[in-house]
């Protein structure tokens, strides 16, 4: 099974089980990650924003329009900055690590 590592605000790093085809968003929900996701992933609000470890920034699809309007409603914005809900699970992303805003970042 894929995984992902969500870094939490308190500096956690939970390692979760990640099926593919599932958004990091409902990976989070499954796993009670602190992530709100208010829209339920419509791409309609800034809750769900997350920072990618740098390294698998460039792994991720391309950041749409709409996504990047969204994201400029979110605070703790960084270079590497999404949605959780518009990253989907594949197994090219097995391992990717995300940061919750202010959660410390170590990469």
Sequence with gaps: M???TFIEKDGN???VDAPLG??????SH???IDIEGAC???????T???SVEPKWFDKLEAIEEDEEDMLDM???LTKTSRLCCQIIMSEELDG???ALPEAPKDW
């Design 2 to 4: 894929p995984k992902v």
């Design 13 to 15: 790093h939970k390692e």
């Design 22 to 27: 599932l958004s990091l968003m409902e990976i």
């Design 30 to 32: 499954k796993h009670g």
């Design 40 to 46: 339920g992933g419509c791409l309609s609000c800034a």
């Design 48 to 50: 769900c924003h997350v």
């Design 74 to 76: 979110a605070f703790d």
């Design 96 to 98: 990717i690590t995300v």
